[in-house]
């Protein structure tokens, strides 16, 4: 059976996206794995959950930098529409 996947946003969304997905693969093949494997597999789940949760510490980490920085702010001016004068 082929399956399509289907990636959005930026790139660093898209490999935490493909992350998620290859973890919920490895937990469903958990399910009728033999016992080495499915050893294997628990510590592939469990590496994968902590590099998205490097993924969402650095995003988490970049954002407060950016607000300390004042970079936020002045990206969200940037978008604001001009006033008419």
């Known amino acids: 059976m082929q399956e ?6 930026d790139h ?5 996206q493909l992350l998620r997905v290859a973890q ?3 937990r469903s093949a958990q399910r009728t794995a033999n016992p080495r ?3 294997a597999l628990i510590e592939v789940e ?3 959950a902590d590099q998205l949760a490097t993924l969402a510490l650095a995003t988490e980490d970049d954002a407060a ?3 300390a920085s004042g970079t936020a702010d002045r990206e969200r001016r940037a978008w604001r529409p001009m006033r008419a004068a």
Not at 12 to 16: G, I, P, Q, V
Request: hydrophobic residues 40%; glycine residues 4%; negative net charge.
């Open 37 to 39: 494997m499915e050893d």
């Open 24 to 26: 919920q693969e490895a």
């Open 65 to 67: 930098e950016a607000e």
């Open 46 to 48: 469990n590496v994968l």
């Open 12 to 16: 660093e969304s898209r490999l935490a």
């Open 4 to 9: 399509t996947l289907t990636l959005t946003g």
